[in-house]
């Protein structure tokens, strides 16, 4: 791969790795230290992890903000310290009275916009310090709950195993959404508590999982989505005569055209080559990013 290539990279991330641990892989395949992520998984998850390379790692900030669709398992009898399978058992209540009648009763309190409370132990900082680590330090750790957007929330299957229960669903969320913190909800809701047992998340944004590679698959092949389909697939785009376009390519501020509401927009020249984000601003457009 030259180390001028630039683009995305959907990896289909396996169980037990960290986003981390990926994006040092990629950095070794791809021959650049130049790799990021738009939004970490898990380690206990697998599924869509969008990384960008040399110049699309500046897209990756936009990126984080897609909406993204999971499949999970949530075990509902059993609570446990990381709110997901990874953690100490806190606490087991029998769960195998509850029907799928009792269960879908209670996703419309978690459908729509909600106010959640993040889990204890994530990346969210505290005077500094990151959640996860002040509780595994032994300090007690109260996040303050922040909007967020579930937008589906379908039920796929509901299994009673003994004194637990395990249900199957799809969900639809904006960014910032904590999956483990719904299953952890939905148990308190029921009087049962909750975790999460399984994730897989199937989509970023435009990125579905038919896109992803694995680590294994990427060994063999290096699938480098281009900068110019990125663009077409994550933004509103605005396709240019050359005049603007060499405007673009330096970076002016542009007159006469009209974007829309401000929101980052994808320029092209006439060939189709992505040039930058531009954003609506009065009667002007102006630069978010230039990539040329």
Known sequence: MSDLQSGLVIVDKPAGWTSHDVVGRMRRLASTKKVGHAGTLDPMATGV????INRATRLLGYLTHADKEYLAT?????????DDAEGELLASTPAGHLDEASVR???PTYTGDIQQVPSSVSAIKVDGVRSYAAV?????????????????FDLDAVRVEGDVVDVDVRVV????????????????????????????????GGFPL?????????????????????ARASFDSYDLPEREANDVRFGRALTGIDLGAPRAVAMFDPAGQFLALYEQRGGVAKPVAVFV
């Open 105 to 107: 009763a209670v996703l």
């Open 74 to 82: 949530i075990r509902l009898g059993q609570s446990t310290v990381t």
């Open 49 to 52: 992890l969008v990384l960008g």
């Open 210 to 230: 038919r896109l992803a590679r694995t680590l294994e698959e990427l060994e063999t092949e290096l699938h480098v989505i281009s900068l110019d389909d990125v």
């Open 173 to 204: 969320c904006s960014s910032g959404t904590y999956i483990r913190a719904l299953a952890r909800d939905i148990g308190a809701d029921l009087g049962v508590g909750g975790h999460l047992t399984m994730l897989r998340r199937t989509r970023v």
């Open 136 to 152: 595994r330090a032994g300090d007690e750790v109260k996040l303050k709950a922040r909007p967020v957007t579930v937008s589906t």
